[in-house]
């Protein structure tokens, strides 16, 4: 329709379901935390098996490190349980690659630092940072990464390996670097596959919200209408029924006037009940674009001749301009000017102002009564009104169509009675 609320802003997807990572959920921080304990797996593979080829090592420090990391790895498993399915995970994902690259840190530090072969796998953290959090979170783990390799680069235990004959300590760093490659490429390659399709599952899901989102948002549209429409039903059937009982009691002298009138009054209906259909069109495109200073000038007239008794002063300010006005906005209109009649019915007064004009891209509506007051007060709930004291059914109406629309609707106490103001948006259609 004319307004687009805040929700509808939810349910729009990228056409890259990669992007939907931008902000990670449950199932990515799973992925991640798996991704971790393999890593703890590893490490505990790779220290026996340098134990069993008798490398000297500091063990004791490595087996501490290697520990803690595996009890983190475990409280964060169970802290998992804990976190609702779609929640935002940026933080917690954070965290955990900055534990990942604290316990490398350690890892290359008793290990020859910058020039153990598996240095590179400081690649892995920032791979998947860049993948699933924000630019500065991922950022920060960039950095994070770099400050730690450049202080391996001065401050390690250098490798036993790396004392003894230039031959075999390169062969021993070719080996290391080939079984980092291959490790990397596993963990990248699983990772990154799993996390494409989390990513397109997540897509998937949101494009479903989005659809069912509109669909829910058409039928409220054309809810809002058909209640407003009814609503404004009830004075030319009204009128239909006076002109019935009397054309009744006298069948044989048919007055011309009267059958006019009935006419009139079912040509309203009918435009009412088509104004319903017309909102079955979802958007604001659904609407039938007219030159809005005639349109509101011939509701305005098709108005008073339904309330002839009231003495209607018309100030059409609008230009002359091809819009797209919601149907809901006509009929708050005549709700406004049927609440105005009846303020003043009560009162004795007799006059109702209407002002038309433009604000911005709104159209701006006033409707002011000679009832004396006291000021409508809109409530969140349909309440027994009797007129002119509270906010009934045909204002609660014309609140929640304004409010779908992103409009407005403002009472306040003028001189000799109420002050309506009513702003709605308007969709030019050609230039003014």
């Not at 000297?56 to 399915?85: C, H, I, M, Q």
């Not at 899901?205 to 407003?228: K, P, S, T, W």
Request: hydrophobic share 50%; proline share 4%; charged share 15%.
């Amino acid at each position: 329709m004319a307004g687009k609320s805040g929700l509808s802003r939810l349910f729009v997807t990228s056409d890259d379901p990669l992007e939907e990572l931008g902000y990670p959920n449950r199932a990515t921080l799973r992925l991640v935390l798996a991704l971790h304990a393999i890593e703890s797996l590893a490490q505990v593979v790779l220290i026996g098996s340098l134990v069993l080829v008798g490398l000297a090592l500091p063990y004791g420090s490595l087996l501490v490190v290697v520990l803690a990391y595996a009890l983190w790895n475990t409280g964060s498993w169970l802290a998992l349980r804990r976190v609702v399915a779609d929640a935002d995970c940026s933080a917690a994902l954070t965290l955990q690659l900055v534990v990942e690259t604290l316990a490398l840190t350690l890892l290359l530090y008793f290990t020859g630092g910058a020039t153990n072969p598996f240095v590179s796998l400081f690649l892995v953290p920032m791979a998947v940072a860049a993948l699933c959090l924000p630019l500065l979170r991922a950022s920060v783990i960039a950095l994070l990464a770099a400050i730690a390799y450049t202080a391996l680069l001065f401050l390690f235990q250098p490798l036993a390996a790396q004392h003894v004959h230039d031959a075999a300590a390169f062969n021993f760093h070719v080996l290391g670097m080939w079984l980092n490659f291959l490790a990397s490429g596993i963990l990248l390659l699983v990772f990154i596959g799993l996390l494409a399709r989390i990513a397109r599952q997540r897509a998937a899901r949101l494009n479903l919200l989005r659809e069912q989102y509109l669909r829910d948002e058409q039928v409220v549209a054309m809810g809002g209408v058909a209640a407003g429409a009814a609503h404004s039903l009830a004075t030319p059937l009204s009128t239909i029924g006076v002109v019935l009982d009397e054309l009744a009691e006298n069948p044989a002298q048919v007055d011309a006037t009267l059958v006019e009138t009935a006419r009139e009054q079912l040509a309203v209906c009918r435009t009412r009940l088509a104004e319903v259909l017309q909102a079955t069109h979802s958007g604001r495109e659904g609407n039938t674009a007219s030159p809005l200073r005639e349109a509101l000038e011939v509701l305005a007239r098709q108005w008073h001749r339904m309330r002839p008794e009231v003495d209607l002063r018309v100030d059409n300010q609008l230009p002359e301009r091809v819009v797209s006005l919601d149907p809901a906005v006509r009929h708050g209109i005549l709700t406004l000017l049927d609440n105005a009649a009846d303020a003043n019915s009560q009162r004795g007064g007799n006059r109702v102002a209407l002002c038309l004009s433009m604000q911005d891209d709104n159209l701006r509506v006033t409707v002011a009564d000679e009832g004396g007051g006291p000021v409508p007060r809109l409530r969140a709930e349909a309440v027994r009104s009797s007129k002119p004291d509270g906010a009934g059914m045909g204002l609660l109406i014309l609140r929640s169509n304004l409010d779908r629309l992103g409009g407005s609707l403002q009472f306040e106490a003028d001189h000799r009675g109420t002050l309506a103001l009513l702003l709605a948006p308007v969709l030019t259609t050609e230039p003014p």
